[in-house]
C-alpha cells in the first residue's frame, strides 16, 4: 500500500497486515509472539504459549530473571566473545534451542528449517522426540551441526531403545533424558482444545507414525536413576537430565552417570507454582560443584525457562550456567519466518547477550560469575 490512499499511522501504532514495510519484530517477541498467533491455527497458539493449570508459572518464568541485578565491571575496554563449547563440542553462542515438539504445526519444514536455522548462526538445537521429522532426517539437514537429542520414554522400551541408539548413529551428541514429565502436566488450554497433532502431521519417531495421538494425561514417561548409565551405554553418548530443581537431584543424577543438568520448568508446562529455574539454578549450580562426569570432566549445568533478552540470559551465565535454552520464542520465530526467523531471533538475542557482556566488562561466557549479581532486594523472592 503506498501513495495517497496509505492512512499514516499513529506513533507507536502496529502496521496493518498488508504493510508492505511490516517487518517481523524479532527483536520484540511479545510482539513477535503476536504476529505468530496471527498465523498459527487457535489450538496450534495454545498448546505453544499455554502451561499447566492457572499458567502462573508460565507468567513467573521472565519475571524471575529480572528479580535479579548486574553488577557491571567498568574501564575493562571489553569485547564480547560469545563462543565456548558444550559437552567438549564448540559452538558460536551459549544461547541453544531447547527440544519442543510438533515444529510442523509452526512451519511445513518444522524442524529441519530449525535445524538449518541453528547450524547458520552456530548455535546448538536440541531436537524432541516429539519431533514431525524422524531423527535421521533432522540430522541429515545440517549433517555437520552439532545437535543434541532429546529422549521420552516409550510404550515399548525396545522402541526406547532403539532410538537412542539411532540419534548415536545420527551423530547426535548428547542424548537429553527429560525427567520432569513422569505425567504430561494439566493443559487446560489443551483439555478445553482437545488438542491432537493436525492432520497430515506425523510422528515421525513414533513406532506407528501416521497415529494422531492426542496428548494424554495417562501415558506415563518416568524414568529412573538407573536409566541414565543405561541409555549413556546404549547409545554411547553422554547423558544430559533436564528438568531438575533440587539441588539433591541434582547430585544424584550426576552420581548416576549424567553428564550435564539441565534446570528447567518445562516451560510451566509441567506443575504450576513451581520453583522458577532463575531461582533453582544457584542451588542446583552449587550442589554439583565438585561432581565429575564420567569422562573425568566437571558436570555442566544448562537452564531454560523465560529467556527473553540478553541480559536475562547474562545473569543466567553469570549464575553458573554453561547454556541457556529458547523454547517459545524460537516457536514464534519459526511460525512466521521459518528458518529465516529462527536464525533471526537467536542472532538478535546472542547479539543482546554480547552487547549486556561489554557493557558489563564481561569478555568471554567463563568471565561471567556469580559477583556479577546480586538479587533485587525489593523485589518478592
Ligand atoms: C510447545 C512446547 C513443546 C515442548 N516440547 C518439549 C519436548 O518435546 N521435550 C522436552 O524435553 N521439553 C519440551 N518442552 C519444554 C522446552 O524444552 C523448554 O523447557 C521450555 O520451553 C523453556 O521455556 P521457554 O518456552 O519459556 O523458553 C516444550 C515446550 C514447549 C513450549
Ligand atoms: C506423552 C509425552 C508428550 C510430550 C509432548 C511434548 C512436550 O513435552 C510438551 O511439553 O508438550
Redesign the pocket.
Given at each position: 500500500m503506498t501513495g495517497l490512499t496509505q492512512r499514516r499511522r499513529e506513533p507507536g501504532e502496529e502496521p496493518r497486515p498488508d504493510d508492505p514495510d511490516r517487518e517481523p519484530p524479532y527483536l520484540d517477541l511479545d510482539r513477535l509472539e503476536a504476529r505468530a498467533r496471527e498465523v498459527l491455527a487457535p489450538p496450534v497458539y495454545d498448546?505453544?504459549?499455554?502451561?499447566a493449570e492457572t499458567e502462573s508459572s508460565?507468567q513467573e518464568?521472565?519475571q524471575a530473571w529480572r528479580s535479579w541485578r548486574l553488577r557491571p565491571r567498568v574501564l575493562r575496554a571489553t569485547q564480547a566473545d560469545l563462543a565456548t563449547t558444550l559437552l567438549g563440542t564448540p559452538v558460536g553462542t551459549p544461547i541453544g534451542i531447547?527440544?519442543?515438539?510438533?515444529q510442523g504445526m509452526a512451519h511445513p519444514d518444522g524442524e529441519l528449517a530449525t535445524r538449518r536455522a541453528a547450524a547458520r548462526v552456530g548455535a546448538l538445537m536440541?531436537v524432541?522426540?516429539?519431533?514431525t521429522h524422524s531423527v535421521e532426517e533432522v540430522a541429515a539437514a545440517a549433517p555437520d551441526a552439532p545437535a543434541w537429542f532429546?529422549l521420552?520414554r516409550q510404550h515399548s522400551p525396545e522402541h526406547t531403545a532403539d532410538l537412542a541408539r539411532r540419534a548415536g548413529a545420527a551423530g547426535y551428541r548428547a542424548l537429553?533424558l527429560?525427567v520432569?514429565?513422569p505425567v504430561l502436566g494439566r493443559r487446560r488450554r489443551d483439555l478445553r482444545n482437545d488438542f491432537a497433532l493436525p492432520a497430515g502431521l506425523r510422528m515421525a519417531n513414533h513406532p506407528a507414525p501416521d497415529d494422531r495421538p492426542a496428548l494424554s494425561a495417562n501415558a506415563s514417561t518416568s524414568w529412573t536413576f538407573d536409566d541414565i548409565a543405561r541409555f549413556a551405554e546404549i547409545s554411547d553418548l553422554p547423558v544430559v537430565v533436564?528438568?531438575v530443581l533440587r539441588g539433591d537431584d541434582a547430585v544424584a543424577c550426576a552420581r548416576a552417570g549424567a553428564s550435564a543438568i539441565?534446570v528447567?520448568?518445562?516451560?510451566?508446562?509441567q506443575v504450576d507454582l513451581v520453583v522458577p529455574?532463575a531461582h533453582a539454578l544457584p542451588e542446583v549450580v552449587d550442589a554439583v560443584r565438585g561432581e565429575v562426569a564420567p569422562d573425568g570432566s566437571d558436570v555442566e549445568v544448562y537452564v531454560?525457562?523465560?529467556?527473553?533478552a540478553g541480559s536475562d540470559a547474562l545473569v543466567a551465565l553469570a549464575l553458573g550456567a554453561r547454556a541457556v535454552?529458547?523454547?517459545?520464542?524460537?516457536?514464534w520465530g519459526l511460525a512466521v519466518g521459518g528458518a529465516d526467523g529462527v536464525a533471526a531471533v537467536l542472532t538478535g538475542l546472542s547479539e543482546e547477550l554480547a552487547h549486556a557482556m561489554t557493557l558489563c566488562g564481561v569478555a568471554t561466557p567463563h568471565d561471567a560469575t556469580p559477583d556479577l549479581v546480586v538479587r533485587a532486594g525489593w523485589l518478592p523472592r
Open positions: 498448546y505453544y504459549a499455554g502451561g508460565v518464568a521472565p531447547a527440544p519442543w515438539a510438533y536440541t524432541s522426540t516429539s519431533a532429546q521420552y537429553v527429560t520432569d514429565l533436564k528438568g539441565w528447567s520448568t518445562h516451560g510451566g508446562r529455574s531454560d525457562g523465560g529467556v527473553r535454552f529458547l523454547g517459545r520464542p524460537t516457536a
